[in-house]
Nanobody, 124 residues
């Protein structure tokens, strides 16, 4: 069982940056691939980024690639999402996610654990 708690969301102006953090419980955190998903109002939850259990490989959605970096610190049981050049369309609830399925996640359905989410609002 994995418990995930996100933090770092907030209100930011377009062009600004934000770093989200996700603290995970569980002694086997280092064996889990992790990721971030997001859900904007009225839209389905979508894939943002994923990272392998040891920190590699990393995958990004086309909409955020080049503006976003995912990182994993197994010593701290924490995964991060650094975003720069934020746009109003990045406004969403961001969810930290993990899987213990033994597969590298590349889509929403590849995750079987997720947190409660943190709101990111980008003003124009």
């Amino acid at each position: 069982q994995v418990q995930l708690v996100e933090s770092g969301g907030g209100l930011v102006q377009a062009g600004g940056s934000l770093r989200l953090s996700c603290a995970a419980s569980g002694r086997t955190f280092s064996t889990y691939p992790m990721g971030w998903l997001r859900q904007a109002p009225g839209k389905e939850r979508g894939f943002v980024a994923a990272i392998g259990s040891s920190g590699r490989p990393t995958y990004y959605a086309d909409t955020v690639e080049g503006r976003t970096t995912i990182a994993k610190d197994n010593a701290k049981n924490t995964v991060y999402l650094q975003m720069i050049g934020l746009k109003p369309e990045d406004t969403a609830v961001y969810y930290c996610a993990a899987n213990d399925l033994g597969v590298m996640p590349m889509r929403v359905s590849d995750f079987n654990y997720w947190g409660q989410g943190t709101q990111v609002t980008v003003s124009s």
